[in-house]
């Protein structure tokens, strides 16, 4: 992890607001440049040619997962996207990257019961990478609910691919670092803009793995200011 101030959920969504209100940034911008930063990531993980399956939740993480499959598919990898939300109930920008996935004609499996779950993973079984897109900072100490609770506990029973988490692994607390039960346990998770304040602390380091920062484009002032409390 590298030296970036530490932020709150709440600092995380003033940046966010700040962005679109006053330097005129969209939220698909925002969410583009989240996933190409992801993606970058990915493809040192993947060999060309490679499964990667992408986890992908109802808000904007997921959103982040569609586009980083968009741009897994344009270089070349085979993309499985397993959604715990049915992508035509998907609204904003995560619905618009989800429509642009599927006129692509990557698959898209919207997954809502135990053993479709179950029979999912045998699908997973080649990935080199699995894309953890489901739960963001928006979560808080809590219940998990399927069909994520599902997908991150078959998600966690894989020992062969590696598993990146976008901004947060799904189920942990970004403030207090608190793990949920069942929480992904990450090899590499790319936090977006900054490290999270929960990163610190003890108990979240055996679901972080290794901490990259990815750039969505942010001015680097406004990300100061904030995490100066200013």
């Known amino acids: 992890m590298n030296n970036a101030v530490a932020l709150t959920r709440e600092q995380v969504r003033r940046i966010d607001r700040l962005a679109i209100e006053s330097y005129g940034m969209t939220g698909l911008v925002l969410m583009e440049n989240a996933g190409r930063a992801v993606t970058d990531v990915v493809l040192d993980a993947a060999p060309e040619h490679s499964l990667v399956v992408i986890l992908c939740g109802g808000g904007n993480n997921g959103g982040d997962g569609y586009v980083v499959a968009r741009h897994l598919g344009n270089a070349g990898r085979k993309v499985l996207i397993d959604a715990a939300k049915d992508p035509s109930e998907l609204t904003g920008d995560a619905a618009a990257n989800a429509q642009i996935v599927a006129r692509m004609g990557i698959d898209v499996r919207a997954l809502s019961t135990r053993s479709q779950v179950n029979a999912a993973q045998r699908d997973w ?3 080199a990478v699995i894309v953890d897109a489901l739960l963001g900072t928006g979560f808080s100490n809590g219940q998990v609910r399927s069909p994520t609770a599902w997908l991150i506990d078959r998600c966690n029973h894989l020992n062969h691919s590696t598993v990146v ?22 090899d590499v998770t790319v936090t977006l803009v900054a490290p999270k304040a929960g990163f610190e602390k003890p108990v979240a380091h055996d679901y972080l793995g290794r901490v990259v920062v990815g750039d969505i484009g942010v001015p680097r002032t406004l990300i100061d200011q904030v995490g100066a409390g200013r």
């Open 125 to 127: 079984l080649g990935a």
């Open 165 to 186: 988490a976008i901004d947060v692994p799904s189920g942990l607390d970004c403030d207090t670092g608190e793990p949920a039960a069942p929480t992904i346990q990450a």
